[in-house]
């Protein structure tokens, strides 16, 4: 579906019983000989691949775009950021793997890095490319296989990502995508020649798939979702820091785990930054994601446009204050204007949910103590982007913030160098960088006794 008109582009018969097992066969068959293939080779293909994101971006973000409502130059930025993190792997995953010796007295030792088989990869529709190929990349330059069951609304960019790899050159059954429903989920999880699962998506999809892969004794990655905090301090840049939190909460029209959704502001500052924040939301242009004009597209489904438009309205008819926006628009397709909340009591959905799409709530505390207290009153840890210049308050944020990433000054951003993932609700384990590419393998320890003299 087209989020933008509601106009159907395609339709899909979701694969049989015997096309799914095929598909775990060829996996199988791939892993033995693939596994034994060297770094350059994987390499090479892994740099094709990228060679191909980067030349037919423009096709692939007209694909993100017509699929999931994403603006369309933001589109091709993501498909040239999935070349990045492909040229990252094939660039260091030799080294991210090489045998470490472990000098002791007994003998020779060292750890070797394997791959450990076929790993099924869950992946959400808001960063369609993207979070497929930060899975891909470290998972095909291990050894590993990859079987792809991509969200139900992005099935042709799941199946683009499968050619790109193909015509990269990696061998048949290295990395296959299955069109399929959630309800096949838990009997891939079952299958003994599934490995491992990674998931990015929601809290509930998550617990599930922990829950059935823990029956299996299957590692899993899960990264969730977020109410990231963005903290402002009496110190801060405002004029920057207000128009960073209007980037920080519409990127991706705010459907993004990242995403900064709680503004905490100190209240020596909040006139000054709410008025420069509410100017700057109100002069997003929302509108068709293909226009090179437009800040802020659709919600990629109906369902989340309903699912939003919700929770604003429980928020507000439990006491929040609509500063700018805060209705769908009257349009064909699945628009919400960019909206600000204030005044937002505790039991209101705005308070701790994940709102996703670009609604910001806005809160006042009188300082550093309220706004580390108020970040951390959520079950989710995602990121934090804090604004100050004081090296002690941002000491103390850096330390006491309960998040997997914390930005100083900047935007949180995902960043093939930097290790990826969150505490508390927002999940566990590590995506990018060498904690990303190390999650799926045996790391093996290897000890070799000397042998004794003769005679």
């Known amino acids: 579906m087209n989020p933008a008109t509601g106009e159907t582009l395609r339709t899909f018969e979701p694969l049989a019983d015997s096309q ?15 596994r034994h293939t060297p770094f350059r080779e994987r390499a090479s293909s892994m740099l094709a691949a990228a060679d191909i994101l980067e030349k037919e971006k423009a096709q692939f973000g007209r694909l993100m775009t017509a699929e999931m409502g994403k603006p369309f130059k933001a589109a091709m930025e993501e498909a040239v950021k999935s070349a990045w993190g492909c040229r990252y792997y094939a660039e260091n995953a030799e080294a991210f793997l090489r045998e470490e010796a472990v000098p002791t007295e007994a003998g020779t030792n060292y750890i070797r890095y394997q791959p450990i088989g ?41 199946l683009a990502i499968q050619d790109i790899l193909q015509r990269a050159g990696f061998p048949e059954g290295v990395f296959q995508t299955l069109l399929i ?111 090179e004009s437009t800040d802020v597209g659709p919600l990629a489904t109906r369902q989340i446009l309903e699912d939003l438009d919700d929770q604003v309205r429980r928020s507000v008819a439990a ?46 505390v009188p300082g550093l103590e309220g706004a580390i207290h108020l970040a951390n009153d959520t079950p989710f840890g995602l990121g934090a982007s804090v604004w100050t210049n004081d090296e002690r308050e941002r000491e103390r944020l850096i330390d006491e913030i309960e998040a997997g990433l914390v930005f100083v000054n900047g935007m949180t951003a995902s960043d093939p160098r930097l290790p990826f993932g969150g505490v508390k609700r927002s999940g566990y384990g590590r995506e990018l960088s060498i904690y990303g590419i190390r999650e799926f393998v045996n790391i093996k320890t290897v000890s070799i006794k000397a042998a004794a003299r003769q005679g």
């Not at 996996?27 to 000989?33: E, G, L, P, Q, V």
């Not at 990127?251 to 100017?279: H, L, P, T, Y």
Request: proline share 7%.
């Open 118 to 158: 076929a790993v099924l990869a869950i992946m959400p529709w808001n960063f369609p490319f993207w979070q497929v190929f930060r899975f891909a990349a470290p998972a095909l330059m291990t050894g590993n296989v990859g079987l792809l069951k991509h969200a139900s609304n992005v099935p042709q960019c799941a």
């Open 20 to 34: 799914i097992e095929d598909k775990l066969a060829r996996a199988a068959a791939a892993f033995r000989a693939y």
């Open 319 to 364: 006491g929040a204050r609509v500063l700018t926006g805060g209705q769908r628009l009257d349009r064909p397709g699945n628009y919400y204007a960019p909206t600000i909340l204030t005044a937002i009591p505790e039991k209101a959905p705005a308070y701790r949910e994940e709102m996703f799409g670009p609604v910001a709530s806005l809160f006042r």
């Open 181 to 291: 429903g959630s309800g096949e989920v838990a009997r891939l999880i079952d299958d003994p020649r599934v490995a491992a699962v990674t998931l990015t998506g929601s809290e509930p999809a998550g617990m599930q798939v922990a829950a059935q892969a823990g029956k299996r004794l299957k590692k899993t990655v899960l990264e969730l979702g977020g109410s990231d905090p963005f903290i402002i301090m009496p110190s801060a840049d405002l004029q920057v820091a207000a128009e960073t939190a209007v980037k920080a909460r519409t990127v991706n029209n705010g459907q993004s785990c990242i995403a900064a959704k709680r503004f905490i502001v100190a209240d020596a500052v909040a006139d000054d930054f709410e008025r420069r924040f509410v100017k700057a939301m109100q002069a997003l242009k929302v509108g068709d994601p293909m226009e």
